[in-house]
């Protein structure tokens, strides 16, 4: 929520199950009900969010009348997407999300199988009518924007990979990694001279 206030009500809660058992082992938390624990969070999350006072006896979480405080200033409370490849990351998504964040399509097929997936889930749920994000890092070029506009996307992650720079702090001995902070700067200023501008036009 504190993010929520600082940012004027521009904050997007971005979640996932987790894939690695042992961090589950060493939180002393159940890896094989990840799945539904996500799920009854994600609904208490919205009602601490909205209601004036909560009562709760779900599977997991089980606590007396409370009063939670302040609300959220986004309306009706702060958007949760939900990240992840696999089928039941997708039917959650679409299930009870705000959006869906991709992880790990390296082509536009697995990327629109995915998004009928979420969208299918969507349907069955009656939630097809509400506020939805899908977000990719995908494209990187305008053509490809355009591809993903098409096939359901409505935001775009810029994200740079090693082989087009790679840019480190000082090193405690004094030496730099490959790449300057300029190189790291310069590719900012392309990438919104050859993308973004083009994009737009």
């Known amino acids: 929520l504190t993010l929520d206030r600082v940012s004027g009500g521009r904050v997007t809660l971005g979640i996932g199950v987790g ?14 009900d990840r799945g539904r624990r996500t799920d009854e969070i994600m609904e208490l999350l919205r009602r601490l969010w909205t209601e004036e006072t909560i009562d709760h006896r779900g599977e997991f979480y089980r606590f007396p ?12 409370n702060i958007p949760i997407e939900v990240g992840g490849a696999s089928p039941a990351a997708l039917r959650r998504a679409g299930r009870l999300g705000d959006g869906w964040i991709e992880a790990g399509a390296r082509d536009f097929a697995t ?3 995915s998004i009928d997936t979420v969208q299918s889930a969507r349907r069955a749920a009656g939630r097809e009518h509400l506020a939805f994000e899908i977000t990719t890092g995908l494209p990187r070029d305008p053509d490809s924007i355009h591809r993903c506009e098409e096939i359901g996307v409505t935001r775009v992650t810029a994200g740079f ?11 405690p001995s004094g030496e730099r990694a490959k790449g300057q902070k300029q190189d790291f700067l310069d590719h900012v200023k392309r990438y919104a001279d050859t993308v973004i501008a083009n994009y737009q036009a």
Do not use: R
């Not at 009348?65 to 009706?76: D, I, R």
């Open 65 to 76: 009348p409370l009063k939670f405080a302040p609300k959220t200033l986004q309306k009706p």
């Open 111 to 113: 990327l629109k199988a």
């Open 19 to 32: 894939w690695l058992e042992e961090e589950f082992e060493i939180a002393g938390q159940s890896f094989h």
């Open 161 to 171: 990979s090693s082989s087009e720079v790679v840019w480190t702090v000082d090193s």
